[in-house]
């Protein structure tokens, strides 16, 4: 099960943490994303991280602003969002997989999803 957090309402530019809440079991074998989905859009991938922690990888319209990261002691995956934009508002979600993959059809557990909406 999963548990995602930290929505919220920030302006442009504004910065915002969120965290997905995992068991050890899940965190120490399943590559980790989060993915968004905007009103009236398909969800879309976000970022990616492998068990380990070593690879990692990102849409390309948050790559150099966005780092998802892993705390196996809280067990926990973060994912710090900065410079946000209006285009960032969209509901996250938290999701695990087998494979490292991009696509959403790959993940087989997914939390409920937190609001994050940036006002210009």
């Known amino acids: 099960q999963l548990q995602a957090s930290g929505g919220g309402l920030v302006q442009v530019g504004g910065s915002l943490r969120l965290s997905c809440e995992a068991s050890a079991s899940t965190l120490n074998s399943f590559h980790m994303a989060w993915f968004r989905q905007a009103p009236g859009l398909e969800r879309e991938f976000v970022a990616v991280i492998s068990p380990g922690g070593r690879s990692t990888a990102y849409k390309d319209s948050v790559a150099g602003r966005f780092t998802i990261s892993r705390d196996h002691a809280k067990n926990m995956v973060d994912l710090q969002m900065n410079s946000l934009k209006p285009e960032d508002t969209a509901r996250y979600y938290c999701?695990?997989?087998?494979?490292?993959?991009?696509?959403?059809?790959?993940?087989?557990?997914w939390g409920q999803g937190t609001l994050v909406t940036v006002s210009s």
């Open positions: 999701a695990a997989s087998w494979a490292y993959s991009r696509a959403s059809e790959s993940y087989t557990h």
